[in-house]
């Protein structure tokens, strides 16, 4: 076969084709596999599913399928957070792309005139490595028509845990759901996939290899996993100004960061941004910073459960300052304050949005836009209010961000669930959030808890806790879902009360939250059942879309206080969160006393 590998220096001779020998590709046949339907982010299933035979090599193949003619001459980006199994994933993506790329013209497949697809290039992170950040970044710098990020985030990883597919459109974000539904239904219409068994490709060192493949040139970039990323944050952020910070002036000492990769994909980068940009101690700054295959056995999510490693340090440290964890794929970001005061999600927007004149980016961009999705706690509306910006509610799920980030709408936006980002990309970014932080701490020269505390003054607290329970059985799950569905459809529903630990609640109105896009109009239905309440207060219920087994029911409690702002969250929702069980009878449904996570 024909590879040429290149060192960087001589990227245009290593473009040529060397050897005259070509490969040839086959069509081999298959049968559809059921459930193959990407959930809120993707298609994550057990390891052990996605090495059926045949299993990755069909959902691949339909990503293709679905991409139909734009699939010609395309260039597509392919990286991962690392975990298990993303090497054979590429391998069997190399294979199955360049053999797609190499039909001839217009023929006749069972009848049905077909037309030649072509995927001429495929630009690869070294080692599969690339955060899903990155991988958006990469995706808008060239201008390519889509990505495929290998990943399953949060989930843990190793052979045991999970491994997911997903793709990124040619804006840099999630496909839409019509993309993703269509990729569904030709994964249960498949017959066979295309090939290309002898084509080895080595993605370990960075360089061009061109392939020969059934006559035609199929080529394969390998390229810096990092280089791309930090040039962008550069270019967003003041370097200069966070490396004084990092590293102390004659006025003020170091500020102390504990900076936790959790084993994930952000390893990479923060070695290169924090250690090696800023002026971090890899000893004392930095942890966890070698991506593994399975995370160390971590759950390598960011919350105060699966990363209280981190929060017990800082906690037991005063020295540190600021603490931050990332989860596999370098999406999601948690950042907690001095002896590990924590700041949620919700807030940590609110607290961007309120001091982003602090940004390089948004001076030269403008600021237009905020949102966040619906079970989100609102702290962020009374900053856009008073902003005069406008304030956009959508369904859990970064993908319906995009069109407004598209349309000049929408600059910076968030989840509860750990993710904050702007427009600079289409995917939500961890190291972005902590850097957009640490901007701020360096403009204001505060303390995080005293600005959150200020925060809280200026605009009222909107108290904010998740109950998750994982793992439950999806039967029950499903049951529940529907005795609250019942629940809120009987009329007499609003102007009910229902009282808890002292407080009375009366129903305000109830639905199951649906969403119109405004920029294509495009509808959402059934992404949760809100509750609203009289005083402001309000309980959602949704089935996580990102598991892998069984369902995980998540319930999320939200009160806003004027003045009461700086009560234990815990102790405030009580109340709500009770009202929020008994108006489910969840533990009648599902048998569970307890919750597995409390953010
Ligand atoms: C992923 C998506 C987020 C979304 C989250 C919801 O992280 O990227 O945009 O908020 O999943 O997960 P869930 O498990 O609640 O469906
Ligand atoms: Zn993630």
Redesign the pocket.
């Known amino acids: 076969f024909t590879a040429r590998r290149d060192k960087g220096e001589n990227r245009a001779a290593a473009d040529r084709v060397t050897s005259a020998m070509t490969l040839s590709s086959i069509v081999v046949p298959t049968t559809p596999f059921e459930g193959q339907k990407p959930g809120?982010?993707g298609l994550r299933k057990k390891v052990k599913v996605f090495m059926e035979k045949n299993y990755t090599e069909n959902f691949i193949q339909c990503i293709l399928d679905a991409l139909g003619d734009k699939l010609q001459g395309s260039t597509l980006i392919v990286g991962g957070d690392g975990r298990y199994f993303s090497k054979q994933a590429i391998n069997i993506i190399i294979r199955i792309a360049a053999a797609n790329g190499v039909s001839k013209g217009v023929f006749l497949v069972e009848g049905v005139l077909t037309v030649d697809l072509k995927v001429a290039k495929l630009i690869i992170g070294q080692r599969g490595i690339l955060s899903t950040p990155a991988v958006s970044s990469l995706i808008r710098t060239h201008k390519v028509l889509g990505g495929i990020v290998l990943t399953a985030?949060?989930n843990p990883g190793g052979i045991r845990n999970d491994f997911g597919i997903k793709f990124n459109i040619d804006n840099g974000g999630?496909a839409p759901d019509s993309f993703t539904d269509a990729v569904y239904d030709l994964t249960r219409q498949i017959k066979q996939y295309k090939f290309t068994p002898d084509l080895d490709c080595d993605f370990a060192q960075t360089g061009v290899q061109t392939f020969q493949v059934d006559g035609r040139d199929f080529v394969v970039e390998v390229i810096d996993s990092s280089e791309n990323y930090v040039t962008l944050m550069k270019q967003i952020f003041d370097f200069e100004k966070l490396r004084e910070l990092i590293k102390g002036t004659a006025n003020r000492p170091p500020f102390q960061v504990l900076i936790d990769s959790m084993n994930g994909v952000t390893g990479v980068y923060v070695t290169r941004i924090f250690v090696e940009e800023l002026g971090a101690n890899p000893d004392t700054n930095v942890r966890r910073i070698i991506p593994l295959d399975n995370f160390g056995e971590i759950h390598p999510d960011p919350n105060l459960t699966y990363a209280k490693d981190l929060v017990d340090k800082v906690k037991a440290d005063a020295t540190y300052d600021l603490g931050a964890a990332f989860d596999g794929d370098g999406?999601?970001n948690m950042i907690i304050g001095k002896r590990a005061f924590f700041v949620t999600p919700s807030d940590s927007l609110a607290v961007i949005a309120n001091n982003l004149e602090c940004i390089p980016y948004f001076k030269s961009n403008g600021v237009h836009g905020f949102a966040r999705?619906m079970p989100t706690g609102a702290a962020v509306d009374r900053v856009a209010a008073k902003l005069g910006k406008e304030m956009f509610e959508v369904p859990?799920?970064?993908k319906y961000f995009g069109n407004l980030m598209d349309a000049g709408r929408l600059s910076l936006c968030g989840?509860e669930?750990f993710?904050t980002g702007s427009d600079h990309i289409r995917e939500?970014d961890g190291i972005w959030a902590v850097l957009a932080w640490l901007s701020i701490i360096a403009h204001k020269n505060m303390s995080i808890e005293d600005i959150l505390t200020e925060h809280w003054k200026t605009y009222g607290r909107n108290y904010f806790t998740r109950y998750d329970y994982e793992e439950c059985d999806s039967n029950d799950a499903g049951k529940m879902m529907a005795h609250l569905e019942e629940t809120i459809a009987d009329p007499k529903f609003v102007g009910k009360e229902y009282s808890a630990g002292g407080k009375t609640y009366k129903v305000k109105q109830a639905d199951n939250f649906s969403y119109v896009d405004p920029i294509d109009k495009s509808v959402t239905k059934n992404q949760g059942i809100r509750i609203l309440f009289e005083d402001g207060s309000r309980v959602i219920y949704?089935l996580?879309?990102?598991?892998s087994t069984g369902a995980?029911i998540?319930l999320y409690a939200d009160s806003y206080e004027k003045s009461n702002v700086t009560s234990d969250a815990q102790d405030m929702l009580k109340p709500v969160v009770e009202v929020g069980l008994e108006l489910s009878r969840l533990k009648e449904f599902t048998g569970r006393d307890e919750p597995t996570v409390i953010t």
């Open positions: 809120t982010s985030s949060h999630p999406d999601r999705s859990t799920g970064w989840e669930s993710g939500k949704r996580s879309g990102t598991g995980t998540r």
